[in-house]
T-cell receptor, first 115, second 117 residues
Framework: DSGVTQTPKHLITATGQRVTLRCSPR?????VYWYQQSLDQGLQFLIQ???????AKGNILERFSAQQFPDLHSELNLSSLELGDSALYFC??????????????FGPGTRLTVL | AQTVTQSQPEMSVQEAETVTLSCTYD???????LFWYKQPPSRQMILVIR??????QNATENRFSVNFQKAAKSFSLKISDSQLGDTAMYFC??????????????FGKGTKLSVKP
């Protein structure tokens, strides 16, 4: 158990719908990262937050958005869902976003299926 | 932009044997980290080993060791005394050490390793 929790574990929805994935980082971790794992794109970085502020953006679609709340949990919002959005969405957390190395601890992921 | 390439989609090895997984990367950065992650059928991402680019000595963690060739931009993983529990997808990953976007991981496509009894 990495200490990172993600809810829900599985999500099945229809095209055009909107869903919210939730992540609670490890106690004390200030950075949250979202990754998408799909058959087509592999594992790719979506977005990073540090202490409530967006820190880095990767290949995140405009239909997707995220935020990190004062209690440091994060939510990834996916809207106007398409079949191709079906994937495993991972959240990871690390202690800081500084220059020193900080291991990222991954949550168990949320499996999203868009029908 | 950084890229990570794993040229072996699938590999298999007999239990107790040694196997080497290959990874090459492309970057103009001087300071960075390289990782191998394991993803078993449970889908959990598990860090296997980490290498700092400024260190010449190859990292070792029990049965896992790397061969880091900075000039060649090569980073292979050797698994000794393979065990059935090593069966998993293995991902090579890159992380910049300084500057913008530090901290996010760039992954290769993965190598599916099967350990056979």
């Amino acid at each position: 158990d990495s200490g990172v929790t993600q809810t829900p574990k599985h999500l099945i929805t229809a095209t055009g719908q909107r869903v919210t994935l939730r992540c609670s980082p490890r106690s004390g971790d200030l950075s949250v990262y979202w990754y998408q794992q799909s058959l087509d794109q592999g594992l790719q970085f979506l977005i990073q937050y540090y202490n409530g502020e967006e820190r880095a953006k990767g290949n995140i679609l405009e239909r997707f958005s995220a935020q990190q709340f004062p209690d440091l949990h994060s939510e990834l919002n996916l809207s106007s869902l398409e079949l191709g959005d079906s994937a495993l969405y991972f959240c990871a957390s690390s202690m800081t976003s500084g220059r020193a190395y900080n291991e990222q601890f991954f949550g168990p992921g949320t499996r999203l299926t868009v029908l | 932009a950084q890229t990570v390439t794993q040229s072996q989609p699938e590999m298999s090895v007999q239990e107790a044997e040694t196997v080497t997984l290959s990874c090459t990367y492309d970057t103009s950065e001087s300071n960075y980290y390289l990782f191998w992650y394991k993803q078993p059928p449970s889908r959990q991402m598990i860090l296997v080993i980490r290498q700092e680019a400024y260190k010449q000595q190859n990292a070792t963690e029990n049965r896992f060791s790397v061969n880091f060739q900075k000039a060649a931009k090569s980073f292979s993983l050797k698994i000794s005394d393979s065990q059935l529990g090593d069966t998993a997808m293995y991902f090579c990953a890159f992380m910049k050490q300084h500057g913008g976007s530090q901290g996010n991981l760039i992954f290769g496509k993965g190598t599916k390793l099967s350990v056979k009894p």
